[in-house]
Protein backbone atom coordinates (compact mmCIF):
# COMPACT_ATOMS: atom_id res chain seq x y z
CA UNK A 1 0.00 0.00 0.00
CA UNK A 2 1.55 3.69 -0.74
CA UNK A 3 1.32 6.14 1.99
CA UNK A 4 3.09 8.17 4.52
CA UNK A 5 4.02 7.16 7.72
CA UNK A 6 5.24 8.77 11.20
CA UNK A 7 6.52 6.84 14.24
CA UNK A 8 6.72 6.49 16.86
CA UNK A 9 2.84 7.85 17.35
CA UNK A 10 3.67 8.51 20.78
CA UNK A 11 6.98 10.34 22.14
CA UNK A 12 8.40 11.36 25.44
CA UNK A 13 11.21 13.64 26.24
CA UNK A 14 12.81 15.11 29.43
CA UNK A 15 13.53 18.73 28.65
CA UNK A 16 16.80 19.67 27.48
CA UNK A 17 17.14 16.39 25.16
CA UNK A 18 16.94 16.56 21.42
CA UNK A 19 14.52 13.90 19.77
CA UNK A 20 13.93 13.12 16.04
CA UNK A 21 10.39 12.34 14.57
CA UNK A 22 10.72 10.12 11.75
CA UNK A 23 8.76 10.51 8.27
CA UNK A 24 8.50 7.93 5.70
CA UNK A 25 6.39 8.11 2.24
CA UNK A 26 6.44 5.40 -0.40
CA UNK A 27 3.97 7.80 -2.96
CA UNK A 28 7.14 8.96 -5.05
CA UNK A 29 6.36 12.15 -4.01
CA UNK A 30 9.21 15.45 -4.78
CA UNK A 31 7.64 17.68 -1.64
CA UNK A 32 7.49 17.21 1.81
CA UNK A 33 6.37 19.25 4.38
CA UNK A 34 6.39 19.32 8.42
CA UNK A 35 3.53 20.99 10.55
CA UNK A 36 3.22 21.51 13.85
CA UNK A 37 -0.81 21.02 15.85
CA UNK A 38 -1.46 22.79 18.98
CA UNK A 39 -4.96 21.87 20.66
CA UNK A 40 -7.94 23.92 18.92
CA UNK A 41 -5.29 25.81 15.99
CA UNK A 42 -5.11 25.02 12.85
CA UNK A 43 -2.09 23.25 11.04
CA UNK A 44 1.68 25.61 11.42
CA UNK A 45 4.34 24.81 8.97
CA UNK A 46 8.16 24.48 10.30
CA UNK A 47 9.99 22.95 7.28
CA UNK A 48 9.43 22.02 3.87
CA UNK A 49 11.36 20.39 1.12
CA UNK A 50 10.41 20.62 -2.79
CA UNK A 51 13.18 18.10 -3.55
CA UNK A 52 15.86 16.09 -2.27
CA UNK A 53 18.85 17.48 -0.50
CA UNK A 54 16.95 21.25 -0.10
CA UNK A 55 14.32 22.46 2.28
CA UNK A 56 13.08 25.40 3.32
CA UNK A 57 11.86 27.50 6.96
CA UNK A 58 8.49 27.53 7.42
CA UNK A 59 6.59 30.05 9.09
CA UNK A 60 7.73 28.56 12.84
CA UNK A 61 11.21 26.78 12.17
CA UNK A 62 12.77 28.51 15.06
CA UNK A 63 14.29 25.42 17.06
CA UNK A 64 13.90 23.05 14.55
CA UNK A 65 16.24 21.02 11.77
CA UNK A 66 15.31 18.87 9.18
CA UNK A 67 17.36 16.63 6.77
CA UNK A 68 16.07 15.59 2.75
CA UNK A 69 18.95 12.79 2.33
CA UNK A 70 16.96 10.47 0.56
CA UNK A 71 13.43 11.37 -1.44
CA UNK A 72 11.36 8.32 1.00
CA UNK A 73 12.55 10.59 4.09
CA UNK A 74 12.01 13.41 5.63
CA UNK A 75 13.37 13.48 9.46
CA UNK A 76 12.26 16.94 11.95
CA UNK A 77 15.12 16.83 15.23
CA UNK A 78 12.97 19.10 17.79
CA UNK A 79 15.93 20.30 19.73
CA UNK A 80 16.29 21.91 23.31
CA UNK A 81 16.07 25.10 21.84
CA UNK A 82 12.54 24.72 20.95
CA UNK A 83 10.81 26.88 23.65
CA UNK A 84 7.40 24.92 23.54
CA UNK A 85 7.91 21.51 21.63
CA UNK A 86 5.03 19.32 23.21
CA UNK A 87 2.61 19.08 20.40
CA UNK A 88 0.93 17.22 17.44
CA UNK A 89 3.38 16.77 14.79
CA UNK A 90 2.18 16.18 11.04
CA UNK A 91 4.30 15.24 8.42
CA UNK A 92 3.14 15.44 4.58
CA UNK A 93 4.27 14.80 0.95
CA UNK A 94 2.78 16.18 -2.23
CA UNK A 95 3.74 15.34 -6.19
CA UNK A 96 5.35 18.55 -6.25
CA UNK A 97 5.70 21.76 -4.45
CA UNK A 98 2.38 23.59 -5.93
CA UNK A 99 -1.39 23.45 -6.28
CA UNK A 100 -1.44 19.70 -5.36
CA UNK A 101 -3.46 17.64 -2.44
CA UNK A 102 -1.51 16.75 0.27
CA UNK A 103 -0.82 13.42 2.00
CA UNK A 104 -0.61 13.33 5.69
CA UNK A 105 1.09 11.34 8.04
CA UNK A 106 -0.79 9.59 11.01
CA UNK A 107 1.05 12.06 13.08
CA UNK A 108 3.44 12.30 16.44
CA UNK A 109 2.41 13.48 19.70
CA UNK A 110 5.43 14.80 21.40
CA UNK A 111 5.13 15.43 25.17
CA UNK A 112 8.04 17.02 26.93
CA UNK A 113 8.38 17.44 30.57
CA UNK B 1 4.27 33.26 26.06
CA UNK B 2 2.61 31.83 22.87
CA UNK B 3 -1.16 32.07 22.96
CA UNK B 4 -3.45 28.74 22.40
CA UNK B 5 -6.81 28.64 21.37
CA UNK B 6 -8.43 25.35 23.17
CA UNK B 7 -12.00 26.42 21.76
CA UNK B 8 -12.71 25.80 18.04
CA UNK B 9 -16.12 27.10 16.32
CA UNK B 10 -18.48 24.16 16.84
CA UNK B 11 -21.08 23.43 14.47
CA UNK B 12 -23.92 20.82 16.31
CA UNK B 13 -26.42 18.92 13.56
CA UNK B 14 -28.84 16.12 13.78
CA UNK B 15 -27.98 12.78 11.81
CA UNK B 16 -29.69 13.10 8.73
CA UNK B 17 -29.45 16.74 8.58
CA UNK B 18 -27.24 18.71 5.89
CA UNK B 19 -23.67 20.63 7.17
CA UNK B 20 -22.43 23.76 5.97
CA UNK B 21 -18.95 24.59 7.09
CA UNK B 22 -17.68 27.84 6.56
CA UNK B 23 -14.33 29.47 5.83
CA UNK B 24 -13.00 32.48 5.24
CA UNK B 25 -9.52 32.77 3.41
CA UNK B 26 -6.96 35.13 3.32
CA UNK B 27 -5.38 35.98 -0.16
CA UNK B 28 -7.46 37.22 -2.92
CA UNK B 29 -3.92 35.56 -5.37
CA UNK B 30 -5.01 32.14 -3.94
CA UNK B 31 -6.04 30.14 -7.17
CA UNK B 32 -6.24 26.52 -5.54
CA UNK B 33 -8.16 25.61 -2.17
CA UNK B 34 -9.11 22.17 -0.17
CA UNK B 35 -11.37 20.64 2.64
CA UNK B 36 -9.84 18.27 4.43
CA UNK B 37 -11.70 16.25 7.37
CA UNK B 38 -9.42 15.22 10.74
CA UNK B 39 -10.24 12.73 13.05
CA UNK B 40 -9.18 12.55 16.39
CA UNK B 41 -5.79 11.85 16.43
CA UNK B 42 -5.13 11.78 12.76
CA UNK B 43 -3.64 13.09 10.12
CA UNK B 44 -6.29 15.14 8.00
CA UNK B 45 -7.80 13.84 5.08
CA UNK B 46 -8.37 15.25 1.40
CA UNK B 47 -12.24 15.97 1.07
CA UNK B 48 -12.49 17.63 -2.15
CA UNK B 49 -10.95 20.61 -3.72
CA UNK B 50 -11.75 23.85 -5.93
CA UNK B 51 -9.62 25.56 -8.51
CA UNK B 52 -10.26 29.35 -8.82
CA UNK B 53 -12.04 29.67 -12.41
CA UNK B 54 -15.28 27.04 -10.64
CA UNK B 55 -17.62 28.59 -7.81
CA UNK B 56 -18.88 25.04 -7.35
CA UNK B 57 -17.98 21.50 -7.48
CA UNK B 58 -19.63 18.18 -6.09
CA UNK B 59 -18.18 15.04 -4.30
CA UNK B 60 -19.75 11.80 -3.02
CA UNK B 61 -22.18 14.07 -0.53
CA UNK B 62 -20.27 16.91 0.00
CA UNK B 63 -20.30 20.05 -2.57
CA UNK B 64 -17.40 22.97 -2.19
CA UNK B 65 -18.53 26.06 -3.11
CA UNK B 66 -16.13 29.37 -4.08
CA UNK B 67 -16.97 33.19 -3.49
CA UNK B 68 -13.94 34.94 -4.94
CA UNK B 69 -15.59 38.22 -4.10
CA UNK B 70 -16.01 37.79 -0.74
CA UNK B 71 -13.12 35.70 -0.29
CA UNK B 72 -15.88 32.86 1.37
CA UNK B 73 -15.68 28.90 1.11
CA UNK B 74 -17.86 26.81 2.31
CA UNK B 75 -18.18 22.64 2.07
CA UNK B 76 -21.80 21.34 2.42
CA UNK B 77 -22.66 18.15 3.84
CA UNK B 78 -25.52 15.92 2.62
CA UNK B 79 -27.62 13.83 5.25
CA UNK B 80 -24.59 13.97 7.19
CA UNK B 81 -23.87 11.23 9.40
CA UNK B 82 -22.38 10.07 12.86
CA UNK B 83 -18.85 9.13 10.91
CA UNK B 84 -18.73 12.57 9.50
CA UNK B 85 -17.68 14.35 13.32
CA UNK B 86 -14.30 15.71 12.89
CA UNK B 87 -12.60 18.85 12.74
CA UNK B 88 -13.00 20.12 9.36
CA UNK B 89 -10.21 22.64 7.96
CA UNK B 90 -10.11 24.62 4.72
CA UNK B 91 -6.65 25.27 2.86
CA UNK B 92 -5.65 27.97 0.24
CA UNK B 93 -2.91 27.65 -1.92
CA UNK B 94 -1.32 30.48 -3.69
CA UNK B 95 1.44 31.38 -5.97
CA UNK B 96 3.04 34.21 -4.82
CA UNK B 97 6.99 34.38 -4.36
CA UNK B 98 6.59 30.43 -4.66
CA UNK B 99 3.45 28.18 -3.47
CA UNK B 100 2.58 28.47 0.18
CA UNK B 101 -0.43 26.86 1.53
CA UNK B 102 -2.20 28.18 4.34
CA UNK B 103 -4.51 25.74 6.98
CA UNK B 104 -7.68 27.47 8.66
CA UNK B 105 -8.03 27.04 12.06
CA UNK B 106 -10.55 24.73 12.04
CA UNK B 107 -14.15 23.68 12.28
CA UNK B 108 -15.35 20.63 15.06
CA UNK B 109 -18.46 19.62 13.58
CA UNK B 110 -20.50 17.13 16.06
CA UNK B 111 -23.78 14.67 14.80
CA UNK B 112 -26.02 13.65 17.24
CA UNK B 113 -27.49 10.45 16.75
Known amino acids: DGGITQSPKYLFRKEGQNVTLSCEQN?????MYWYRQDPGQGLRLIYYSQIVNDFQKGDIAEGYSVSREKKESFPLTVTSAQKNPTAFYLCASSIRSGPYEQYFGPGTRLTVT | GESVGLHLPTLSVQEGDNSIINCAYSNSASDYFIWYKQESGKGPQFIID?????DKRQGQRVTVLLNKTVKHLSLQIAATQPGDSAVYFCAEISNTGGFKTIFGAGTRLFVKA
Open chain 1, 27 to 31: LNHDA
Open chain 2, 50 to 54: IRSNM
